[in-house]
């Protein structure tokens, strides 16, 4: 009985294979033995030789972004490409990388820079970053024949500037291109130090060791990575509460950033930077970002009293404070360097060669003179003109 069963299961197994039915449609693999299948329909003869044709099926392979799959047929996984075969995206392409299908014909997953922009960086991973080299009309202000660094991307993006403080027209300064504090700075450790007044004057913490003069301004120091410097604003602009969740954890929100305050008075504490100066450095780096939300104060004499204490602080400790630090840091726009109008001080003269007043103006713009005129006995005022700074 038991022999009876044993044949009636080859039997089965014969006829579930169907793939032995037509010459060629059978698979072998490696390493079998004692395959039921030397015969004509299978083999395709019943004598002489056999020919048995090798089939492949495609791999994939994942590359990271910024590399490609190279076509050929000898490479492998070795020094010269590794990431599982995956080859660095060459200067002039970009590469989004992903899962990708290997071809003998192609490179695979590498795209040629579109035309007008046919430059990019080895690595790139998107057409954002091909660019086209800089033109004199892409940089502002800058002086004739003047040399320019930076390049015009694809998508509208100007990050041409003038290549350094002297290659600015008369009249313009040069302003150095934001640093990129995330990467600077970072937002995993702790600052070292920190220095504030409130917005009252009545508050104050190591004013002298950073000349700290002004209500509402704080610097925060990272010892080797930098110090930032910025202001403290209390508004009437509400923003929705940034700390959120179980730990108090700090997510900006959509309305927690804004260009411009409505006024200096109110509850709600904003914080904004304006200055980066590097370790060592004695130049700072003018930042031009919004105000970041910080907190609602509950109160406008609250909020005067502690709002830079707490731009500083929360921008210095390493704590949940991280997430804060990375929302401001994060809120700087990034730019190349540039020429910016110089701002020129107007001293009006009075009648004894004096001031009368102090206004200023932005070069290339526009003068406002003073409210009142000057007094002279005897004489009516008739206005200033300017002369050469001389014959002041």
């Known amino acids: 009985m038991k022999q009876k069963l044993f044949l009636t299961s080859i039997a089965a197994i014969m006829l579930a294979t169907p793939a032995f039915a037509t010459v060629g449609d059978a698979i072998f693999t490696e390493n079998q033995t004692n395959q039921p299948s030397c015969q004509i329909d299978i083999l395709g003869v019943d004598e002489n030789t056999a020919n048995a044709n090798a089939t492949w099926s495609v791999n994939s392979y994942t590359c990271p972004a910024g590399t490609y799959l190279p076509d050929g047929d000898t490479w492998s996984s070795d020094s010269q490409y590794g990431n599982d075969n995956c080859a660095a995206c060459t200067a002039g392409s970009y590469c989004a990388g992903g899962t990708l299908q290997y071809s003998e014909a192609n490179d695979v997953g590498i795209t040629a820079c579109p035309s007008g922009y046919t430059n990019s960086a080895a690595n790139a991973t998107a057409q954002s970053q091909c660019y086209r080299t800089c033109a004199a009309a892409d940089v502002p202000h800058l002086k004739s024949g003047g040399t320019m660094t930076g390049g015009y991307y694809y998508g509208d993006n100007n990050q041409c500037g003038p290549a350094n403080a002297q290659q600015c027209a008369g009249g313009y300064h040069y302003v150095a291109a934001a640093p990129d504090?995330?990467?600077?700075?970072?937002?995993?450790?702790?600052?070292?130090?920190?220095?504030?007044?409130?917005?009252?004057?009545?508050?104050?913490?190591?004013?002298?060791?950073?000349?700290?003069?002004h209500n509402g301004e704080f610097v925060v120091d990272y010892g080797n990575k930098g110090k930032v410097h910025g202001y403290a604003r209390c508004s009437s602009r509400s923003a929705t509460n940034s700390w959120v969740?179980?730990?108090?954890?700090?997510?900006?929100?959509?309305?927690?950033?804004t260009a411009t305050l409505p006024d200096s008075t109110g509850q709600y504490c904003?914080?904004?930077?304006?200055?980066?100066?590097?370790?060592?450095?004695?130049?700072?780096?003018?930042?031009?970002?919004?105000?970041?939300?910080?907190?609602d104060l509950d109160g406008a004499m609250d909020c005067a009293y502690d709002c830079a204490f707490g731009c500083a602080t929360s921008l210095s400790f390493d704590s949940s404070n991280l997430t804060f630090r990375a929302a401001v840091f994060g809120a700087i726009p990034?730019?190349?360097?540039?020429?910016?109008?110089?701002?020129i001080t107007l001293n009006w003269k009075n009648a004894t060669g004096g001031t009368h007043a102090t206004t200023t103006c932005t070069y290339g713009g526009t003068?406002?003179?003073?409210?009142?005129?000057?007094?002279?006995?005897?004489?009516?005022?008739?206005?200033?003109h300017f002369v050469a700074p001389s014959n002041n």
Not at 192 to 207: F, M, R, V
Not at 283 to 293: C, D, E, G, N, R
Not at 373 to 384: D, L, M, V
Request: charge should be negative; aromatic fraction near 12%.
């Open 367 to 384: 003068i406002d003179t003073p409210t009142t005129a000057p007094t002279k006995r005897g004489h009516t005022f008739t206005g200033w």
């Open 245 to 257: 969740g179980s730990n108090g954890d700090y997510v900006l929100q959509s309305d927690g950033t």
């Open 270 to 295: 904003y914080c904004q930077l304006d200055g980066y100066t590097a370790n060592g450095s004695q130049t700072t780096i003018a930042l031009s970002a919004p105000w970041v939300f910080r907190a």
């Open 181 to 213: 504090l995330m990467t600077v700075i970072g937002a995993s450790e702790g600052g070292t130090a920190y220095g504030y007044l409130s917005n009252t004057g009545e508050d104050s913490y190591n004013t002298s060791t950073y000349g700290i003069t």
């Open 334 to 343: 990034a730019g190349p360097a540039s020429c910016q109008a110089n701002t």
